[in-house]
C-alpha cells in the first residue's frame, strides 16, 4: 500500500485535521541516508510533519525546512511541495540513543539527538522574495517543536503528532503522524474534547503498526464527525539531474571551472537528497565552460 494522507474537518468544520501514513517513505529516506535508529526516527518524523506541511500549499508552492540543534544529529533539511512529494538531509545519519531510565526507559531518544536549538520554515510561494519563520525547538522529539511552531509562527493552536516505529533488523517498521489544526470558530467545548481525545491516543506509529488506516485514525481524532476534503499520495521523491548540476557547475568561477578541467580532469557531484552521482568528463566541463561564456 501506498503512504499517503488525508485532509479533513471535523467538528462542524471548526477543526482541519491531516493525517498520513509514511513507512515507505521513510524506509526509503534510511536506505538512502544509511540513518542508524535515532537518526532514523528524526528523520522519518521531520519528513512526515513536512510532507503534511507540503499538502497546505498549492501549486508550484514549496517549503524548505530545517531543523538547527546542537544535538549528535546536527542539521536536518527537508524540501515539500503541494504533490506530496518531500526530500531530505541529514548531518549525522549514525546517531543511536536510547532513553537510559524513566517511563520512556529503551525507547529511542529523539529529543538528545536533536537537541536544543531552531526550527526554520522558509515558502516559495512564487514570488519574487521568500518567507522565513523560525521558532525555539521545545523538546526536540519534532512533534512538540512543530506545535509551539503553529502556535508562535502561524498564530494557529494546534496539535502535532508524529512517530516512527524501528525494527530488530533497523528498518522502519511503521510510521506516521497527524496536524490538527484549530480553527477560528471553534468552541471551548470542541477544544477540551478533543485534547481530552490526543491525550489518550496511542502512538500514532503503533496505531499503523497495528494496522490502522489514516482512515482510520482520523475517525479517532474526529470522533466521527469527519469530512476528508483530499487524499494525497505522499512519497520520498527527488528530481535531481545531470542538467540540473551542469547549470550550477556553469554558475562556478572561472578559477574553479579551469582547475575541474586542467587539473581534475573531470568532475563528480553527489546529490545531498538521493545520493544519485553524476560524473561530468573533462570534454563536458569544456563545453559547460564554453557555453557559459556565450
Given amino acids: 500500500m501506498n503512504d499517503y494522507a488525508l485532509i479533513a474537518t471535523a467538528y462542524n468544520?471548526?477543526?482541519?485535521?491531516?493525517?498520513?501514513?509514511?513507512?515507505?517513505?521513510?524506509?526509503?529516506?534510511?536506505?538512502?541516508?544509511?540513518?542508524?535508529?535515532?537518526?532514523?526516527?528524526?528523520?522519518?518524523?521531520?519528513?512526515?510533519?513536512?510532507?503534511?506541511?507540503?499538502?497546505?500549499?498549492?501549486?508550484e508552492e514549496k517549503i524548505t525546512l530545517r531543523i538547527k540543534g546542537d544535538g549528535p544529529i546536527g542539521v536536518m533539511l527537508v524540501e515539500a511541495n503541494s504533490f506530496g512529494e518531500v526530500r531530505g538531509e541529514i548531518q549525522n545519519p549514525h546517531v543511536y540513543l536510547k532513553y537510559e531510565d524513566g517511563p520512556k526507559k529503551g525507547k529511542l531518544n529523539v529529543g538528545q539527538g536533536v537537541g536544543?536549538?531552531?526550527?526554520?520554515?522558509?515558502?516559495?510561494?512564487?514570488?519574487?522574495?521568500?518567507?522565513?519563520?523560525?521558532?525555539?525547538?521545545?523538546?526536540?522529539?519534532?512533534?512538540?517543536d512543530f506545535t509551539y511552531y503553529f502556535v508562535i509562527s502561524e498564530q494557529t493552536p494546534a496539535s502535532v503528532g508524529v512517530g516512527v516505529l524501528v525494527d530488530i533488523d533497523q528498518s522502519v517498521l511503521a510510521s506516521g503522524g497527524y496536524i490538527l489544526q484549530v480553527m477560528p470558530a471553534c468552541t471551548e467545548e470542541t477544544i477540551t474534547q478533543v485534547e481530552a481525545l490526543i491525550s489518550k491516543l496511542p502512538p500514532v506509529s503503533s496505531l499503523i503498526q497495528s494496522g490502522k488506516t489514516p482512515e482510520d485514525i482520523l475517525t479517532l481524532?474526529?470522533?466521527?464527525?469527519?469530512q476528508?476534503?483530499?487524499?494525497?499520495?505522499?512519497?520520498?521523491?527527488?528530481?535531481?539531474?545531470?542538467s540540473?548540476?551542469?547549470?550550477?557547475?556553469?554558475?562556478?568561477?572561472?578559477?574553479?571551472?579551469?582547475?575541474?578541467?586542467h587539473e581534475d580532469g573531470q568532475a563528480e557531484i553527489e546529490c545531498h537528497f538521493c545520493k544519485t552521482k553524476y560524473i561530468f568528463s573533462k570534454e563536458e566541463l569544456i563545453d559547460i565552460n564554453i557555453k557559459r561564456k556565450k
Avoid at 481524532?221 to 469527519?226: D, I, K, R, V
Wanted: glycine letters at 6%; proline letters at 1%; charged letters at 20%.
Fill in 13 to 59: 468544520q471548526t477543526v482541519r485535521i491531516y493525517v498520513a501514513s509514511s513507512t515507505h517513505l521513510v524506509e526509503k529516506a534510511r536506505t538512502i541516508h544509511d540513518t542508524w535508529p535515532t537518526a532514523t526516527a528524526a528523520l522519518g518524523r521531520f519528513l512526515t510533519v513536512s510532507a503534511m506541511m507540503g499538502l497546505m500549499y498549492k501549486n
Fill in 116 to 144: 536544543q536549538g531552531f526550527l526554520h520554515v522558509t515558502k516559495d510561494l512564487g514570488m519574487k522574495d521568500y518567507f522565513t519563520s523560525s521558532s525555539e525547538l521545545q523538546t526536540g522529539e519534532i512533534g512538540d
Fill in 221 to 226: 481524532l474526529a470522533s466521527g464527525t469527519e
Fill in 228 to 242: 476528508i476534503l483530499t487524499k494525497k499520495d505522499i512519497s520520498y521523491t527527488c528530481h535531481c539531474s545531470k
Fill in 244 to 261: 540540473g548540476f551542469a547549470r550550477s557547475l556553469s554558475a562556478l568561477d572561472e578559477e574553479t571551472l579551469h582547475s575541474l578541467i
